[in-house]
């Protein structure tokens, strides 16, 4: 072991962390976490309270818990806040989201009821299958910001909290792309000011997070952070970010799948790939805006882990196809179905089928306590801007500009437990593997 390279300050006091959004995904987070802290579950799904990390050689036989290696938050130190367009308490809204069982919701269910969201920062515009009545008003985007950052100031002072970050848990968007008032913060605040239609509400969220020194996770595809203005904002502030877009279901498959074929050169005619899902999530995406959001994360993971370039014989000119369709009677228990055609030696047909009949909210959670407790640990390890290290979690991982990102899940566990062992002065390991046989 060396001398860590950068000092990472211990985790005292409280940590918030702070939800913009407070449906199926965070009220099924934040009534699991309780009910472990109770010791009435299991943290099943999360690599910072279940995951070990081998450090140095395979015959030194050590293998720590992550959350033994490094100093991460406590369950027990963790209060929550969020912002909602409805004024349901968590309970209401977990009961409205139907995730979990009466049975475990009345385990929490005064907990639960004590926390109440704060107004959100809503534009129907940007989410057109939704409306509610508990949204803030203001004179401009700047003063719906500025309400932002006091709901985070008053939300410390008085749960007494030290620390924040926050995860986005809110729906998809419409597609938006990057236009010039994301291009500079100076521009960027002028598009406050002038209430700029290219600003989304997602993105009021990430300026205000940061300006308050709170490190920002996007677990949606809008348009919040991944833009130049928001990280140079990021690196003034010494803040982390990561986002974005949770790789829960169907593209976590995809880029489990798609590794094992290019491992073996094996050909892709065609990817079909098609969900049904009836909770809020399902709802928003009916709209064909929002689903273009959606795809376009859907659709990047597999020509970046495939390299069509590099291997035409075998990917160019796959057919990638990608389908939602909103099913009330299913709830949010997501069925995703895949059809590939592949092909092997001498060209020869063959197909895999996969039904992955999933609970989006049940492994989105774990995703939210990971991210959370890592973000936290970055930020104290004074690591700004992105956390490329994190993009195991995401559909489509942030970058510095000009870098593609890497989607192939192995290589960013590596990446993940690397960053983990560099930052306490381990020995990063390469599974080379050759000293145990000179």
Partial sequence: MRKPPIDVRPATGKL???LPGMGAVATTFMAGVEM?????????GSLTQLS?????????NRSPKISDFVPLASLDSIEFGAWDLFPDNAYEAAVEAGVLSREHLELVKPFLESIHPMKAVFEPSYVKRLMGPHVKTGTSKMDLAEQLMEDIARFKLERNVERCVAVWCGSTE?????TPV?????????????????????AIYAYACVRSGVPFANGAPNLAADFPALQELARDKQVPLAGKDFKTGQTWMKTIIAPGLKARML??????????LGNRDGEVLDDPESFRAKEVTKLGALEYILQPKLYPDLYEGFHHVVRINYYPPRGDNKEGWD?????????YPMQIKIDFLCRDSILAAPIVLDLALFLDLAQRAGMSGIQEWLSFYFKSPMTAPGLYPEHDLFIQLIKLKNTLRWMRGEELITHLGIEYYD
């Fill in 36 to 44: 472990i802290r109770r010791g009435q579950a299991k943290p099943i």
């Fill in 174 to 178: 419409v597609y938006r792309e990057t």
């Fill in 267 to 276: 050909g892709l005619q065609g990817w079909y790939s098609t969900n049904i």
């Fill in 52 to 60: 070990t990390i081998r450090l140095g050689k395979r015959t030194d």
């Fill in 16 to 18: 918030g962390i702070l």
């Fill in 339 to 347: 059809n590939l055609d592949i092909f092997g030696w001498l060209g």
């Fill in 182 to 202: 994301h291009a500079t913060l100076e521009a960027f605040e002028q598009g406050l000011r002038d209430s700029s239609d290219d600003i989304a509400p997602s």
